[in-house]
């Protein structure tokens, strides 16, 4: 009875651990976003920097650009710097109802690349000091840059891990089809070889027959040529 009720207490902690662990998949994902001060091409200017793991700066670029039309279809970035861009007179709502200015530096290595966004706000750049009922709407921006980015990311890795898995698919269905002509080849050898054993059969057979044919016919010339000798003086 003691070993019975410690086997259930086990499997009841069990299960209370696992129902409690948190599944990875509903974990809300989030960028971690900084304010700091940087130097760019307007001066040494507040903005919002984050770091995205496993991104390039090309990559990055392009998901701010697809970002940056959804509030602006028009908008364009140009190049402003050696690694930084500049899109004019967006409008994001949420910091701004007027036209803002917005500036992105990039610094990337092998592993990531950092981003750092200045808004313009025409008479100061966006801060938590200056702007601080606001400031928070920049670093949501970033945010979800950085999580599009992510997105992207993933969302090429699975493409590619679709192909690759659709590759082995067809590759699989080749050998299928492969195997099926093989075992038919194998099926064709085994009737032929089936076939041949009959005709070795059949042969063997008739050899006989005519082994014992030729033993007739060799006795019957015997005996006529035994005849035959008879006229040998006529």
Known sequence: MQSNFRLTGSLFSVLIVLLCMPLATSAQKSIAVSEVQETMSMGTRN??????????????EAVLEDLLKEYDKKAKMEKSGKNEAKVDDVIIPSISDQPVDLYFLFSEDKSSCT???????????????VYPDRFRSGEVFMQKLGLRAEKTRLAGLVKAATDDMQSLERDKAGLEKDKEKLEKSIADCEATIAKAKSDLDTNASDTKKKSEEIGQQKEKLGSLQKELDQYRDH
């Open 47 to 60: 903005g919002f920097q984050a770091i995205l793991s496993d991104q390039s700066k090309k990559d990055v």
């Open 115 to 129: 981003v750092t966004g200045f808004f313009d706000m025409g008479t100061s750049f966006l801060s938590s000091q």
